[in-house]
């Protein structure tokens, strides 16, 4: 089965999840080939080939750039009626949750969204998801062809780069698109910020912080590791820190290989967004917080004193 990999640019290579959806499609198809669509790609075809593209599709111009849904959809339609492939994958990045519906319906296909496995089963692709906020994980089979998903970042393993492999490069024209979306404006909320879906590290702080300033040895501990920023609502409704900080039910999901959460109780709307996490840290001075129940290391103190012991700790063996 032809699988074909929607990959992200970012400002200095590949996003991670267009990477991790590389490797699943080298264990479920063959072959498998890639489409990069931006301005500017330079020589970024040939790391998807690194890591198992055995094409690589390249949109490159200026109308791509930035990325704007309408003009994405319509060079991806026209590839994806061309190749035919029987599965397309794309990252569940802040991108591919906006361009993944589009696409489907512009195709007129089924889309199983977030996924966090997909497995072939006598020659049926099964598509792996949670639902209900992690309560259930269904098992999906699409009727219609090609398949279409988009997977969670950070769930599935990354590929082992081979940069001894190469890719058939092939140029797409992009047509001219009515783009009735234009970007004016892209804010972002601070420098050097990591996004909380996509991080592999997140610390973490609730109402035990007691206030906005108690918010900045959580901070400092999240600059020292090149982590996410996250939040419990609780600090979110008390006004300590933005909403698109909060993890958990009516927050974001996340899945980061590490989650360090200080001075939260673990309330079931909070770990419905980060308990497939793949190692919990928890700092709680309440010995009998239910965080520690799902919690991998518990750490029983006050965060005053705890958090910037870990950063100073941090600090001297990341320096090594
Ligand atoms: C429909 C619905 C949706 C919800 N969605 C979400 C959601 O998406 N995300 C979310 O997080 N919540 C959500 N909630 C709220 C959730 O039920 C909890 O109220 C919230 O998660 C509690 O946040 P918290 O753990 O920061 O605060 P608390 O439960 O008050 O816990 C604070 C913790 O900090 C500890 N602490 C205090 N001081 C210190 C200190 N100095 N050092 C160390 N530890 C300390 C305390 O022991 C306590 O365990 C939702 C609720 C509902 C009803």
Redesign the pocket.
Known sequence: MKVLVIAEKMEDGIKKPSLEALGLATRLGNPVEAVLLGAGLGDLATLLAHYGASKVYVADDASLEPYTAEAYTAVLADLVEKIEPGLILLGATAMGRDLAPRLAARLGIALASDCTDLQLEDGNIQIIRPMYAGKLIATVRQESMPHFATLRPNVLPMPEPDTSRTAAIEPLVVPATDIRAQVKEIVETAAGQVELTEATIIVSG???V?GPEGFEPVRELAQVLGAALGA????VDAGWIPYAH??????KTVTPNLYIAC?????I??LA?MKTAQVIVA????PD?PIFKVADYGIVG???DVVPALTTEFEKLLAD
Not at 283 to 286: A, P, Q, R, T
């Open positions: 609730g109402r035990g007691k419990s609502r609780a600090a909060q993890v958990g039910q009516t927050g001075g939260i109780s673990g309330a709307q909070h967004g700092v709680n001075k309440d917080a006050d965060l005053f």
